[in-house]
Nanobody, 121 residues
């Protein structure tokens, strides 16, 4: 049974940084593609960043240059370092995983419960 547990969300001011973590259990983590999505109230779930099994990285246009995704296979954990946060980054952030392929669509097989990020101006 796959479990994903996110942590690290919170309330910050514009320009601040946060680091989200997602720890995965129940799978061979190194063989799984990982991604972060976010969903703001009233909006569709949006791709934020993804990382392949070989640590290739991809980013949504709105976060390029500000966010960095990384993975630590020894800790079964994927991270999202978020710098220069803006009020429009306010959302619930979800970690997702799938062994089949990488995609920017929210079609991953397993999801975490989400962690809330609020950025005030």
């Amino acid at each position: 049974q796959v479990q994903l547990v996110e942590s690290g969300g919170g309330s910050v001011q514009a320009g601040d940084s946060l680091r989200l973590s997602c720890t995965v259990s129940g799978v061979t983590f190194s063989t799984y593609y990982m991604a972060w999505f976010r969903q703001a109230p009233g909006k569709e779930r949006e791709f934020v960043a993804g990382i392949t099994r070989s640590s290739g990285t991809f980013y949504g246009d709105s976060v390029k240059g500000r966010f960095t995704i990384s993975r630590d296979n020894a800790k079964n954990t994927v991270y999202l370092q978020m710098n220069s946060l803006k009020p429009e980054d306010t959302a619930v952030y979800y970690c997702a995983t799938d062994p089949r392929s990488f995609t920017t669509s929210p079609t991953y097989g397993d999801w975490g419960q989400g962690t809330s990020v609020t950025v005030s101006s």
